[in-house]
């Protein structure tokens, strides 16, 4: 059962370019394959579930908002 569903709303999208190891690309692109969705939606849900766990970063977070 995968970990990431597949995608449920649309959200506004702003580019971002980075640059990733390839081992990680190609594990990244594979899960996208896997879920049947884009590699940028998949990494958007890791982002967001992994940070929401940070409890140093959301008290950070919040103590400066607008940021």
């Not at 999208?13 to 394959?33: F, G, M, S, W």
Request: glycine share 2%; hydrophobic share 40%; charged share 25%.
């Amino acid at each position: 059962m995968p970990l990431i569903k597949a995608r449920a709303n649309r959200v506004r999208i702003v580019r971002h370019i980075c640059r990733l190891q390839e081992p990680n690309r190609d594990t990244l692109v594979l899960y996208a394959r896997f879920i049947g969705d884009t590699p940028d939606y998949v990494l958007n849900q890791l982002l967001a579930s992994t940070l929401a766990k940070d409890r140093d970063f959301l008290a950070w977070q919040a103590d400066h908002p607008g940021e």
